[in-house]
């Protein structure tokens, strides 16, 4: 079973700067099976991006996702207000598997 | 547009089963599979199954196996999933999503999740 690792826990940063979120996978994966989450206080997760770099509808051009293999980034170019949250990536091999996720938070 | 409309929360004695419905609008019910998630309070995502409701075919996470049936009722594009054995542990928000498909699945649509506390 494939395990998904996300680091930071946390990442504390001020509007308008630059947010780095790492997804890691136990083994390598297919780029096609690697999404991106974004999960605000109580409401539904929202699909920011799939196949490890496609936006997903209405997803403003800020958020861009990249990586190949075991590694992933989902870079915010500059943080909105909007955009403090948790973030999730997913993963899909028959089963679907969650990171733990990386809150970010304002500093 | 796109819509899954889900049932209201339950409370439920240690033991008992839970029935959770998800209600689809706005595109074929019968064209996307829908998956279950689960949120305990304060954590992380889990999945839980998903279901194809063109052909009623299932797949469950491991953990579940032998206690969750996912079925639907095309008639009225609805998915429900039941739990059954309930624990405190399954105390959550559960989830229903829409799977997309880009090679593989990704849930583009999710609703607005069940609340289910299990209290003796």
């Known amino acids: 079973e494939i395990v998904l690792t996300q680091s930071p826990g946390t990442l504390s940063l001020s509007p308008g700067e630059r947010a780095t979120l790492s997804c890691r996978a136990s083994q390598s994966v297919s780029s096609s099976s690697l999404a991106w989450y974004q999960q605000k206080p109580g409401q539904a997760p929202r699909l920011l991006i799939y196949g490890a770099s496609n936006r997903a509808t209405g997803i403003p051009d800020r958020f861009s996702g990249s990586g190949s293999g075991t590694d992933f980034t989902l870079t915010v170019s500059r943080l909105e207000p909007e955009d403090f949250a948790v973030y999730y990536c997913?993963?899909?091999?028959?089963?679907?598997?969650f990171g733990p996720g990386t809150k970010v938070d304002i500093k | 547009q796109v819509q899954l409309v889900q049932s209201g929360p339950e409370v439920k004695k240690p033991g008992a089963s839970v029935k959770v419905s998800c209600k689809a609008s706005g595109y074929t019910f019968t064209v996307h599979f829908i998956h279950w998630v689960r949120q305990a309070p304060g954590q992380g995502l889990e999945w839980v199954g998903w279901i194809n409701p063109n052909t009623g075919g299932t797949n469950y996470a491991q953990k579940f196996q032998g206690r969750v049936t996912v079925t639907r009722d095309t008639s009225i594009s609805t998915a429900y999933m039941e739990l059954r054995r309930l624990s405190s542990d399954d105390g959550a928000l559960y989830y229903c999503?829409?799977?997309?498909?880009?090679?593989?699945?990704?849930?583009?649509?999710w609703g607005q999740g069940a609340l289910v506390t299990v209290s003796s």
């Open positions: 999503a829409r799977a997309n498909y880009n090679f593989a699945p990704f849930l583009d649509y």
């Open positions: 997913q993963h899909y091999a028959g089963s679907l598997t």
